[in-house]
Nanobody, 128 residues
Framework: QPLLAESGGGLVQSGGSLRLSCSAS????????VGWFRQAPGKEREGVSC????????NYADSAQGRFSISRDNAKNTVYLEMNSLKPEDTAVYFC?????????????????????WGQGTQVTVSS
């Protein structure tokens, strides 16, 4: 059974940093693009970042650009999201998701319909 599990969330002060991890089990991430999404209370889920299957393409939402960094270690079957200079508006449940054949320009939109395997999410809370 293919599964994803997020970890690394928690409570951090404004301006602080967190690193989220997305670990796969039951399948290999080698041929999957991975996206990070978040959902804040009362808001729709939005794309944050994504990375191509080989790490060659990385994209970020405008809100994350310059502050967040996505990376992957296929040997560890894990994708990371480093979040710096966190703001209260970053408070949300963060999800990772894997999708096959997410290539080229499909990576620019960070569209949740492109991803078929989802984790359960990890809470990130940024205090003022």
């Amino acid at each position: 059974q293919p599964l994803l599990a997020e970890s690394g969330g928690g409570l951090v002060q404004s301006g602080g940093s967190l690193r989220l991890s997305c670990s796969a089990s039951g399948f290999s991430l080698d041929y999957y693009a991975v996206g990070w999404f978040r959902q804040a209370p009362g808001k729709e889920r939005e794309g944050v970042s994504c990375i191509s299957y080989n790490g060659g393409v990385r994209n970020y939402a405008d809100s994350a650009q310059g502050r967040f960094s996505i990376s992957r270690d296929n040997a560890k079957n894990t994708v990371y999201l480093e979040m710096n200079s966190l703001k209260p508006e970053d408070t949300a449940v963060y999800f990772c998701a894997a999708g096959q054949y997410v290539l080229g320009e499909r990576l620019t939109s960070i569209t949740e319909d492109d991803y078929s395997i989802w984790g359960q999410g990890t809470q990130v809370t940024v205090s003022s």
